[in-house]
């Protein structure tokens, strides 16, 4: 009997929290499909496309918890291609892909001197 009441109790968690989590929202625009998710305190977490197929198809980016942005990057046909940009508290990352490989990785912290052209 204790079993029982253990499982319904944990099964109620359960249900109460995937009751609590906002859905994605789906936006049809022709022959993409503009997605938008959401972490668990409302904030977005994921913004991007998909093609007719359903594969990953043009612009992503994504949010921290915070709504900070994080990364941003492209996908063709569901592989991740060109320049993608990485986030952190101290450090700016550059991953060049072709077809979802690595190809280089530039990276620049805080201290990265940046050359500027005031001309």
């Not at 944990?10 to 997605?35: N, R, W």
């Not at 198809?57 to 046909?77: I, M």
């Amino acid at each position: 009997m204790k079993k029982i009441v253990v499982i319904l109790v944990m099964l109620c968690v359960g249900f109460t929290y995937a009751q609590d989590k906002q859905q994605p929202k789906l936006e049809k625009k022709g022959e993409i499909t503009i997605a938008t998710y959401f972490h668990d305190n409302g904030e977005i977490e994921q913004v991007g496309t998909f093609n007719a197929d359903g594969k990953l198809h043009g612009e992503w980016t994504s949010f921290d918890f915070e709504g900070k942005k994080v990364a941003v990057g492209n996908y063709e046909q569901g592989k991740k291609v060109g320049k993608w940009f990485f986030w952190t508290d101290n450090s700016l990352k550059e991953v060049d892909y072709i077809d979802s490989k690595i190809v280089s990785v530039n990276s620049w912290d805080n201290k990265t001197k940046v050359a500027i052209n005031d001309k």
